[in-house]
């Protein structure tokens, strides 16, 4: 099937920057949509970065102009850049990719996470 790998989470101080990466391998057909979702201890799961349509991205309010998500489709990878980063960005991250597979059905849509990565941000 398909298979996400996160990477380039860590422990970095406040101000600094952090690149995440997430490579989709697999059966893939295309990539319909890509984002990032952070979870932090005792809080529910946001929405932190999304492509939705094309190359138009949304981001929350609390990483506009400090994150940035960008692809490389000819390598099935997302990345998250974050810049200026605030202890209260400490969160595991993980990528979801909505992801078109060729079955014996017909093309097919499926959602699918990372693992996560930690990334703590120390002030």
């Known amino acids: 099937q398909v298979q996400l790998v996160e990477s380039g989470g860590g422990l970095v101080q406040a101000g600094g920057s952090l690149r995440l990466s997430c490579v989709a391998s697999?059966?893939?057909?295309?990539?319909?949509?890509m984002a990032w979702y952070r979870q932090a201890p005792g809080k529910q799961r946001e929405l932190v970065a999304a492509f939705t349509s094309g190359d138009t991205s949304n981001y929350a309010d609390s990483v506009k102009g400090r994150f940035t998500i960008y692809r490389d489709n000819a390598k099935n990878t997302v990345y998250l850049q974050m810049n200026s980063l605030k202890p209260e960005d400490t969160a595991v991250y993980s990528c979801n990719l909505e992801v078109a597979l060729a079955t014996m059905w017909g093309r097919k849509t499926y959602s699918y996470w990372g693992q996560g990565t930690q990334v703590t941000v120390s002030s």
């Open positions: 697999g059966s893939i057909v295309s990539i319909n949509a």
